[in-house]
Structures are given as structure tokens and as C-alpha cells.
């Protein structure tokens, strides 16, 4: 079965500062990998997904980046931190090519605080 | 691009009741609606999807219709429980890559 991982799990940073997370999935190859944005009591934003490596779409323009260094490990970045920037980070996949399959599942989320 | 709006926002219902949580989305090419249960603190979980091709489906005490024609589709939970209590998330695709979510229906069942 696949599993996806995210760490750190939590977060605290000040503004500023940089930023690294990471998401990888275990059980598939191909994948589509996804990063979304949930701030407190809101919905879901996408910020950036990728159909393979070095294959990035950007949803939103912001002071965040992503990678696809490797086929399952999607990694957002940033090099300053903005207060705004708070929030819970959720990476998500489903099935790439050739299999490709709509279902999408997320992983645990990682809970920024930007101070 | 797509929209999505979800109704209503907050839902509270008591034990035993249905809970009904409607959704419309503004691009007609879109094909696949799935919905997400979010307990708080947790990751959005899928319980339940549609693809365009069908109108209903159900899965125990869960249901979901989609009217393509009036581009809707709606989430139904009969004989709620209180651990049906959770932020339910609405979505649509036409791709598989791009989802628009809905901004989330607030749902407490009262024992």
C-alpha cells in the first residue's frame, strides 16, 4: 500500500527566515504530487503540483518554491519567510501516468508558525 | 478557471438527523468530484467520490448526487453520529491535477 510522509510535523520560524519541507511517498512510482496551503479556519489553496521530476506548476505566485528532486519527494521552499506565510502545509498525490487515477490523498501536514 | 462554492458554511444537527452539504462548480468540463472529511488538526481525508458519468453513489450511511445539467453535486450523511462531527471539503478537477476546492461546511451532530 503507499504511504506519504511529511516532516517536520511542526514548525516555528521567524520571519525571514528560510524555509524547507518535505514530502515523500512510498508504494507507487510516477506519482502526481501536490502542495496545498490551509490557513486557519479556511479551505484549501494549491500552491504547486508536479507530474514528474523537475516538472513544476505554480498555482499562486509567492515567496514559495517547490522541487521535485527525486520521483517521490516533493520538497517546498522559501528563501524569507513572510508572517502571512503561516499555516498548515499538506502534500497530497495520486497516480501518475500510465496509471493515472483522479484519487487524491494527502499527507499529514506540517504546522507552520512564522513569529 | 473553475469555481467552486459550497453551502453552507456551519451545519449543526442532531443525532440521528441527515445532513445534506451542497456544492455547485461553474466549469462544465469538470468530470470528478470527490469529498474530504477534516477532523481538527488532521489531514483531509476522501470518503466519497463521483465521476461525471454517474449520478449517485453511496457507501453505508453516505451518499453524494451530481446534476451535471444544473452543475451541482451534494454530500448526504444519514443517521448522523457524533463522530460525524468534522469539516467537510467539497472539490472538482477536469484534469486530475488541478483541484478547486470549496471553502468548507462546519459540521456538528448534538447527541
Known amino acids: 500500500s503507499q504511504t506519504i510522509h511529511q516532516w517536520p510535523a511542526t514548525l516555528v520560524q521567524p520571519v525571514g527566515s528560510p524555509l524547507s519541507l518535505e514530502c515523500t511517498v512510498e508504494?507507487?512510482?510516477?506519482?502526481?504530487l501536490y502542495w496545498y496551503r490551509q490557513a486557519a479556519g479556511r479551505g484549501l489553496q494549491l500552491l504547486f503540483y508536479s507530474v514528474g521530476i523537475g516538472q513544476i506548476s505554480s498555482e499562486v505566485p509567492q515567496n514559495l518554491s517547490a522541487s521535485r528532486p527525486q520521483d517521490r519527494q516533493f520538497i517546498l521552499s522559501s528563501k524569507k519567510l513572510l508572517l502571512s506565510d503561516s499555516g498548515f502545509y499538506l502534500c497530497?498525490?495520486?497516480?501518475?501516468?500510465?496509471?493515472?487515477?483522479?484519487?487524491?490523498?494527502f499527507g499529514p501536514g506540517t504546522r507552520l508558525t512564522v513569529t | 478557471g473553475e469555481n467552486v462554492e459550497q453551502h453552507p458554511s456551519t451545519l449543526s444537527v442532531q443525532e440521528g438527523d441527515s445532513a445534506v452539504i451542497k456544492c455547485t462548480y461553474s466549469d462544465s468540463a469538470s468530470n470528478y468530484f470527490p469529498w474530504y472529511k477534516q477532523e481538527l488538526g488532521k489531514r483531509p481525508q476522501l470518503i466519497i467520490d463521483i465521476r461525471s458519468n454517474v449520478g449517485e453513489k453511496k457507501d453505508q450511511r453516505i451518499a453524494v448526487t451530481l446534476n451535471k445539467t444544473a452543475k451541482h453535486f451534494s454530500l448526504h450523511i444519514t443517521e448522523t453520529q457524533p463522530e460525524d462531527s468534522a469539516v467537510y471539503f467539497c472539490?472538482?478537477?477536469?484534469?486530475?491535477?488541478?483541484?478547486?476546492f470549496g471553502t468548507g461546511t462546519s459540521l456538528t451532530v448534538i447527541p
Open positions: 472539490a472538482a478537477t477536469n484534469t486530475g491535477n488541478q483541484f478547486y
Open positions: 508504494g507507487t512510482s510516477n506519482p502526481n
Open positions: 497530497a498525490w495520486n497516480k501518475g501516468r500510465p496509471l493515472f487515477d483522479y484519487e487524491q490523498y
